[in-house]
């Protein structure tokens, strides 16, 4: 399972049996790398997390003012070659705060400053941002369905703004958060008297880095929490509705958990067809004891003393397998 986020592609890819594509795309910090994008018939999936993911670039290295989302327009250009009339778009995982810029940049838009140059990449630039060409926006992208399968609702500004929220998991200080946050405010203000619209508290808008913003403003993205259509293409209601009991869970899980994580939606559908759900994440943070109103039954934290979080990452296969089978014993005894 998955929730738009990393990971989303190998679930529908095992789920289908699609195509497993792969596309030469710049990275976030402009690097050349191999991203990977899949086809499941005419229909597209695309991850975010796959050309912008904040999982290839190590702690110490994530420059969250400067990383950019231009590969994401880049494998989005790959499947319209492709010809594919449907594109599922994966937010989430990224180490991008750059409003989708990037992305919408290698799509044809033209960022441009007040004295009309090109915006640097990143999201620091987007508070210089003045002007919008989109005469040169592919014109493919008019005939395609875009369909956002977001990891999280959450708007693109403000306290529970993609720069708040997400912005120290990709390195951010504090007042790196608040600059962000200001570029982000300047992207939806000129955006909004571009197109008339302002959809900067649409839910989802706040997804991977603000890109959920690009995604609805410019490509008429549609959007579904990433999980209900992970769920609905892999047939999990089906599967659940014949199971004794349901094991789900992530790295941890947290108030964030129920704003659309794959444990959330997961222990829903469980829930709807009354079967229990056992959810085991590496730490339960503040706020995981929300879940128990929705779905989940009982939630564990992997960690069998105090240790590193390198040494719990290091053991997580063997920490995931003694605490399902510690769980399963209380559920058959
Ligand atoms: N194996 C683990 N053992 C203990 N703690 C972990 C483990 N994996 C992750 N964590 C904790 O959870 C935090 C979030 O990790 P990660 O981003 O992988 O998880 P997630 O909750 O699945 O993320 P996402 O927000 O993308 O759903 C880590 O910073 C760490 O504190
Ligand atoms: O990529 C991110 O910013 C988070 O996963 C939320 O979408």
Not at 4 to 25: I, P, W, Y
């Amino acid at each position: 399972m998955a929730d738009g986020g990393e990971g989303t592609l190998d679930a529908l890819l095992s789920a289908t049996h699609g195509d497993r594509k792969s596309c030469r795309v710049l990275g976030a910090l402009g690097e050349v790398q191999e991203a990977a994008w899949g086809l499941l018939g005419n229909t597209a999936v695309i991850e975010v997390a796959a050309a912008a993911g904040l999982e290839l670039i190590p702690p110490s290295l994530r420059r969250p003012m400067k990383a950019c989302s231009f590969g994401v327009g880049q494998l989005i250009k790959a499947a319209l070659d492709a010809h594919a009339d449907r594109i599922i778009l994966g937010l989430g995982g990224s180490s991008t705060n750059d409003g989708g810029a990037g992305m919408l940049a290698a799509l044809g838009v033209r960022l441009l400053d007040a004295k009309g140059s090109q915006l640097s990449p990143g999201g620091a630039a987007l508070k210089t941002l003045a002007k919008l060409d989109t005469s040169g926006l592919d014109p493919r992208l008019a005939l395609v369905k875009i369909e956002v399968a977001s990891d999280v609702d959450n708007p693109l500004c403000g306290n529970s703004g993609a720069s708040h929220v997400f912005g120290p998991q990709k390195g951010a200080t504090l007042d790196q958060v608040k600059e962000l946050d200001l570029s982000l405010e300047n992207l939806a203000n000129i955006c909004a008297s571009h197109f008339g619209t302002d959809q900067r508290d649409c839910a989802g808008a706040g997804a991977a880095g603000g890109l959920g913003f690009a995604a609805m403003t410019f490509l008429r993205a549609s959007f579904r929490p990433g999980v209900e259509i992970v769920a609905e293409i892999c047939g999990l209601e089906a599967e659940i509705g014949d199971t004794d009991l349901v094991f789900t869970g992530e790295g941890r899980m947290d108030a964030q958990t129920l704003r659309g994580k794959t444990p959330a939606g997961v222990a829903r559908i469980a829930q709807r067809a009354g079967v229990p759900v056992i959810a085991l994440a590496g730490a339960l943070g503040e706020g995981y004891d929300a879940l128990y109103a929705c779905g989940v039954s009982a939630a564990f934290s992997l960690v069998s003393g105090p240790m590193t979080l390198d040494a719990a990452c290091e053991h997580a296969e063997a920490l995931l397998t003694d605490r399902a089978r510690d769980a399963t014993r209380l559920w058959i005894t």
